[in-house]
Nanobody, 122 residues
Framework: QVQLVESGGGLVQAGGSLRLYCAAS????????MGWFRQAPGKEREFVAV???????FYANSVKGRFTISRDTAKNTVYLQMNSLKPEDTAVYYC????????????????WGQGTQVTVSS
């Protein structure tokens, strides 16, 4: 069992930055791929970024070059640094853990956090 708790969301103006945190506890953290997803009102949950157990990363085209995912295994924490934020980045952001080798779909993840709201004003 893995427990995930997100934090760091808030209200920011367009062009600003936020850093999201995902604290993990439970089973061996480093053996899981850790991903970030987001869900805007009335829309499906969409993939944002993933960091695999090997440390390699993959991003959605919509955030590539603006967002950076990283992991501190000693602290069991995953980060999502979000720069140059746009109003269309407004959503609830979720952290997830999964054992799939290249997980980009919600169904490929086993554990989810409760989400943190990010609102970008224009």
């Amino acid at each position: 069992q893995v427990q995930l708790v997100e934090s760091g969301g808030g209200l920011v103006q367009a062009g600003g930055s936020l850093r999201l945190y995902c604290a993990a506890s439970g089973r061996t953290f480093s053996s899981y791929a850790m991903g970030w997803f987001r869900q805007a009102p009335g829309k499906e949950r969409e993939f944002v970024a993933v960091i695999k157990w090997s440390g390699s990363t993959f991003y959605a085209n919509s955030v590539k070059g603006r967002f950076t995912i990283s992991r501190d295994t000693a602290k069991n924490t995953v980060y999502l640094q979000m720069n140059s934020l746009k109003p269309e980045d407004t959503a609830v952001y979720y952290c997830a853990a999964g054992r799939s080798p290249a997980p980009v779909r919600p169904s490929q993840y086993d554990y989810w956090g409760q989400g943190t709201q990010v609102t970008v004003s224009s």
